[in-house]
């Protein structure tokens, strides 16, 4: 069965923090009732504790790192899922029921299996 990564963007918040317990409450209801299609996945940090990392130059050039996200939003990806789905409408239908659909977006995309 095809994978999709549903990529979570929510308030860039620490959700480890007491005062979000209630939230993860809602992603701990949503894992139990997708546990049959979800394969992985992880809430993140904030993205102050982000690194970029860019290579000057391409391959075998200067590495360089940033402290902080590619780029400043309302909105960071703070964690995913990896579902395996009979098709794109099956995994859209599962990511509406991720609770950052609800205040914040999933973006559903297909994985390239190697």
Same mark, same amino acid.
């Given at each position: 069965?095809?994978?999709?990564?549903? $990529?979570?963007?929510?308030? @860039?918040?620490?959700?480890?923090?007491?005062?979000?317990?209630?939230?993860?409450?809602?992603?701990? =209801?949503?894992?139990?009732?997708?546990? %049959?299609?979800? /394969?992985?996945?992880?809430? +993140?940090?904030?993205?102050?504790?982000?690194?970029?990392? /860019?290579?000057?130059?391409?391959?075998?050039?200067?590495?360089?790192?940033? @402290?902080?996200?590619?780029?400043?939003?309302?909105?960071? $990806?703070?964690?995913?899922? +990896? $579902?395996?789905?009979? @098709? $794109? @409408? =099956?995994?859209?239908?599962?990511? %509406?029921?991720?609770?950052?659909?609800?205040?914040?977006?999933?973006?559903? /995309?297909?994985?390239?299996?190697?």
């Amino acid at each position: 069965m095809p994978m999709y990564v549903a $990529l979570t963007y929510t308030a @860039d918040v620490d959700w480890t923090q007491p005062e979000y317990a209630e939230e993860m409450t809602e992603y701990t =209801e949503f894992g139990a009732a997708a546990a %049959a299609v979800i /394969r992985g996945g992880h809430a +993140l940090y904030p993205t102050a504790t982000a690194t970029t990392v /860019r290579v000057s130059g391409g391959k075998g050039g200067e590495v360089l790192t940033t @402290d902080g996200p590619y780029a400043e939003t309302k909105e960071a $990806l703070t964690g995913f899922y +990896l $579902l395996e789905c009979a @098709d $794109l @409408d =099956e995994a859209v239908k599962v990511a %509406a029921t991720i609770p950052a659909a609800w205040a914040g977006a999933v973006e559903v /995309r297909p994985v390239i299996q190697f």
